[in-house]
């Protein structure tokens, strides 16, 4: 089992910035990528970005490509998401994930997830 705690969410003005962490306990051997999803009320949760466990490979949401940066922490089990130029359609809880598939982008693809953040952007 990996434990995945997330923090760092709030409310921002538009055009703002937010970073998100996210912090792995646990099996983090298991893990081979850790990615961040975001669910807006009456709204499917969605891809944001994805990560390597060396941070060499990254994928993101074509959303959010340009505004928004996945990193790794100094501690391998720590992954970053800055979050700039904010729209208010960022609004949304925003949840951190592992796999051990290479870059999976379908929340299916994730076993293991955090409680979420909420992110709130208002215009």
């Known amino acids: 089992q990996v434990q995945l705690v997330e923090s760092g969410g709030g409310l921002v003005q538009a055009g703002g910035s937010l970073r998100l962490s996210c912090a792995a306990s646990g099996r983090t051997f298991t893990m081979y990528t850790m990615g961040w999803f975001r669910q807006a009320p009456g709204k499917e949760r969605e891809f944001v970005a994805a990560?390597?466990?060396?941070?060499?490979?990254?994928v993101y949401a074509d959303s959010v490509k340009g505004r928004f940066t996945i990193s790794r922490g100094n501690v391998r089990s720590t992954v970053y998401l800055q979050m700039n130029s904010l729209k208010s359609e960022d609004t949304a809880v925003y949840y951190c994930?592992?796999?051990?598939?290479?870059?999976?982008?379908?929340?299916?693809?994730?076993?293991?997830w955090g409680q979420g953040t909420q992110v709130t952007v208002s215009s």
């Open positions: 994930a592992t796999t051990s598939v290479r870059l999976g982008v379908r929340s299916d693809d994730y076993d293991s």
């Open positions: 990560i390597t466990w060396g941070g060499i490979s990254t």
